[in-house]
Antibody, heavy 118, light 107 residues
Framework: QVQLVESGGALVEPGGSLRLSCVVS????????MMWVRQAPGKGLETVAY????????LYGDSMRGRFTVSRDNAQSSLFLQMDSLRADDTAIYYC???????????WGQGTRVTVAS | DIQMTQSPSSLSASEGDTVTITCQAS??????LNWYQKKPGKAPKLLIS???NLRVGVSSRFTGSGSGTHFTLTISSLQPEDFATYYC?????????FGQGTRLELK
């Protein structure tokens, strides 16, 4: 049974930092690209970050570039998102997602909630 | 990044109706398009990949078509569980991007 379990979401003040984790089981994690996708309250889905199996290609959404860092530990089947200089508009549910075929994300976690507020 | 424009942004329909949602890509993406269904409190559910490939376990009432820059999702004979928000998602070019969503509401 495939599971993606996010954690690390919390209430944080503007300008603060947070590190999200996504632990994956039931698949050979090292063979899968990974993404972080978020949904702000009342808004649509937005790709936050993308990372290839070997971490050689890493891409970020425009508003995250320079503030967020995605990484992975294939030995631990884990994906991470380091979020710095957080802003109110980063408030969202953050999902990790992947799939066997490039771009076709059919495996999702349940999401972790990040709230940026003073 | 490729921009995905969905229309309409919201749609009211009744059970049994057939509805169509359109997605336009700012550049050609061949058939590298997914359709997702999103319900509050739940993770997105992949309905269709490769523009028209119905995923295993998804009702045949969902049909996807298109290629290049213009795509459609048609839902026939609407059922209560179909009222949700739908997103197109391109994977023809990194960074993969979503449309802004179409909220399907019960009339």
């Amino acid at each position: 049974q495939v599971q993606l379990v996010e954690s690390g979401g919390a209430l944080v003040e503007p300008g603060g930092s947070l590190r999200l984790s996504c632990v994956v089981s039931g698949i050979h994690f090292a063979y899968y690209y990974m993404m972080w996708v978020r949904q702000a309250p009342g808004k649509g889905l937005e790709t936050v970050a993308y990372i290839t199996t070997d971490s050689n290609t890493i891409l970020y959404g425009d508003s995250m570039r320079g503030r967020f860092t995605v990484s992975r530990d294939n030995a631990q089947s884990s994906l991470f998102l380091q979020m710095d200089s957080l802003r109110a508009d980063d408030t969202a549910i953050y999902y990790c997602a992947t799939g066997r075929e490039a771009g076709i994300a059919d495996l999702w976690g349940q999401g972790t909630r990040v709230t940026v507020a003073s | 990044d490729i921009q995905m424009t969905q229309s309409p942004s919201s749609l009211s329909a009744s059970e049994g109706d057939t509805v169509t949602i359109t997605c336009q890509a700012s550049q050609g993406i061949k058939n590298y398009l997914n359709w997702y269904q999103k319900k509050p409190g739940k993770a997105p559910k992949l309905l269709i990949s490769d523009a028209s490939n119905l995923r295993v376990g998804v009702s045949s009432r969902f049909t996807g078509s298109g290629s290049g820059t213009h795509f459609t999702l048609t839902i026939s004979s609407l059922q209560p569980e179909d009222f949700a928000t739908y997103y197109c998602h391109q994977y023809g070019s990194l960074l993969y991007t979503f449309g802004q969503g179409t909220r399907l509401e019960l009339k």
